[in-house]
């Protein structure tokens, strides 16, 4: 008497029915883990606005510099030590899919030197130089280089943002860090790029290669920062996407170059008095003062 069993060929279509079920679904579960930090970045990176909002308040709707007068920010301040009272979480300062990479910091940043951390966003530090006027240089950004001996309006008042719900406060930044230099500023300019300075520098820009990849040289190690010029200094991990809050409070993702989609200039040289009234880009989404 034989017992019941199955054929090898019926195991191996069972295997097969298997394989393929596992081939359709772990892209969807893939794609909905991604989603799912999506999801958590555009609320830490809005929680922390709402923090920096409420910092703004109790010093009389002034925003914090970006990076304070000696780039030491225990010492002078930056957008992440000023705020921490009101953020408090150091978690609400990262993204999920970053890394958090400390490897290219210098040791002297790290415990138990000094409190470094990685962290993922940047704060909006778009400098200007008025290239037609003897090249002052203006912080049109919202939280950039408090150092007056060279830049003007080196503080911005909520009062002076034009369009804050249209005006980005923070970016996503795979190579941040909270300590140092530019280490938690987009501003723009490309010399803090290949120093010791700490930070990538590039806004996005439309007009740019997406081909082209960009990297830059913090700590004197060379990092991609990502493989699309026009995403600039800017993570877009999610589908080419990337978590953006505003002066306003609000948060929402969006394509890097949407942010600044027809520039007149890559650099610091900025928009070109002949094509952008008084300087600014209507379309600069970084620009406060536009």
Known sequence: MYKKAFTLIELLVVIAIIAILAAILF???AQAKLAAKKISSLSNVKQTSLGILMYNNDVDDLFPAGCGSNW???RDGGWAWSTQPYIKSLALLRDPTDQLSTSGFFTWMLPPNNPGVAISYASNGFLWQDSANGYPTY?????????????KNTYTNGTQVTKPAETIMLAT????QNLWGMGDVISGVTWWDNNSS????????GAESATNSYSAKPYNV???I???KQNGAVYAPYAGQSPFSFADGHAKTMIPAQTNPNPTNTYIDGPDYAKCPNGHDPKNMWDAYR
């Open 198 to 205: 700490g930070g990538a520098g590039l806004i996005p820009n």
């Open 222 to 224: 060379t990092l991609l």
């Open 27 to 29: 892209p969807v579960f």
């Open 173 to 176: 930044r795979a190579d941040g």
């Open 72 to 74: 030491f920010y225990p």
């Open 226 to 228: 990502n493989a699309n």
């Open 139 to 151: 912080m049109y950004g919202v939280m950039g280089v408090a150092q007056g001996s060279w830049m």
